[in-house]
Structure formats: structure tokens, C-alpha cells
């Protein structure tokens, strides 16, 4: 008889020590398939930021979005705006050019040089995914 509810209660019990299991696991699961899925975000909020990042000179974000191939050029980036004042993005709306390796950019980058406004329309750009983010990766052709 002791047996028989001892064997009972062990049925019991495993049940509900799955369920907990499961109820603690799922959304550890939940979140890291949601982490592996969204393959580096999105492409188009890399290029703002890498844009923003540009206009600001700001080497750390630019080094973080640039990529592998590009990264020779990196002082270059960084440079670009640093001589200049009031560099500033107007109108900057970023989109992926379908599943495609393009971001389409609309919008400009101004900068006054000396007396003189300057005026840079934003274009489409190439982006590739590398160590799980998507990376900014020169104008595309």
C-alpha cells in the first residue's frame, strides 16, 4: 500500500515539477529565439545611426557600425565633418530596399563651410550583417 501511494505521489509530482520547468524556461527560449531571429536588427536604423554617427564625429559608434571591409577607412569617416560647424541631418527617413543588401535614405546633411551652406542629399547605401548586427558598408553602386 505504501508503495502503490509513494508511486502515486512520484506520478504526481513529475507533472508538475515539468510544468514549472517549462513555465521557468519559456521565456529564456522565448527570448533568445526572438534574438536569434531578428538577424541584427534592422538595416535601415544601423544606417541612421551610423549616419547620425558621422555627423557627430563620434569614432566609437562609427567603428561599431562600419564594416570589416570599410575598416581602413575608419579616420576618414570619423573626419569627414570634423572641420566644418553646424553639420547637421534633415529630413533622414532610411528604408531596406526589400530583402536586398540596400538601404534608400532620404533626407540630406548640412554643414556650413565658412560663409558657405552645404548641402548633401542622402542616398542609398550598402549594408552587410556581420557578428550578428547590420553594418554600414559604403555607398551602393
Known sequence: MVNRVSAALARLLRPARARRLRLLLLPAVATLSIACSSGGGDPAEAVREYLQAKVTSDAAAIGRLLCSALESTLDQEVNT???VS????????CQRVGDS?????????????????TEFPLETYRVVEEDGAWKWCGEAE
Open 101 to 117: 543588401d540596400r538601404v534608400k535614405c532620404d533626407g540630406k546633411i548640412t554643414a556650413q563651410y565658412g560663409a558657405e551652406q
Open 81 to 83: 565633418f570634423r572641420s
Open 86 to 93: 553646424d553639420v547637421k541631418l534633415e529630413g533622414v527617413s
